[in-house]
């Protein structure tokens, strides 16, 4: 299992505290500029299938997932917002080329005359699930191959410790 880089001369020992300061120097700023360059090199990895697969975006299968686990697949656009995984930037935009490829659609809320839904189509189901075995066996090679079970288990514990949200559910 790869380890972290050693500490450099002079940069702060490693106490676990979490009150600890940092400086350039910091040892463990390793561990955060390795989960940021391998988040971005994964995500690069999964465009890039879906891409050479002529399947939607990673963002627009992002907004499809949000809206396909959504109660009767529909949310509010700062619902929406709250919900991607991905990057909010443009996220308007998005929806709006969504629903001109008739994936999505808005739909007004009854109860609210200002409100605005914006909901799965079957088209977007469609997509979905046409996108869904390449993005997932690009999951699985990526990284769920590349782990064992209980450094799977390990990275779930360390990431749910770090996610500012509720749990989710774990199918």
Excluded: C
């Amino acid at each position: 299992m790869p380890t972290l880089p050693e500490p450099m001369p002079g940069a702060d020992p490693p106490t676990g505290a979490a009150t600890v300061p940092l400086s350039p120097a910091d040892w463990r700023l390793g561990a955060w500029r390795n989960f940021l360059r391998t988040h971005a090199h994964l995500l690069r990895m999964l465009e890039q299938d879906l891409q050479t697969h002529h399947k939607i975006s990673i963002g627009s299968y992002d907004v499809l997932v949000q809206l396909a686990e959504a109660p009767a697949g529909r949310l509010r656009m700062s619902e929406l917002a709250e919900a991607v995984l991905l990057s909010r930037s443009g996220l308007t935009r998005l929806v709006d080329r969504l629903q001109k490829d008739g994936l999505v659609e808005r739909q007004p809320d009854r109860f609210d005359a200002r409100g605005l839904f914006t909901v799965l189509t079957e088209k977007g189901r469609d997509a979905l699930r046409d996108a869904s075995t390449v993005h997932l066996a690009g999951v699985s090679r990526l990284v769920l191959d590349r782990l064992s079970e209980p450094e799977l288990v390990q990275l779930s514990e360390l990431m749910r410790r770090l996610d500012p949200l509720p749990e989710i559910p774990e199918s």
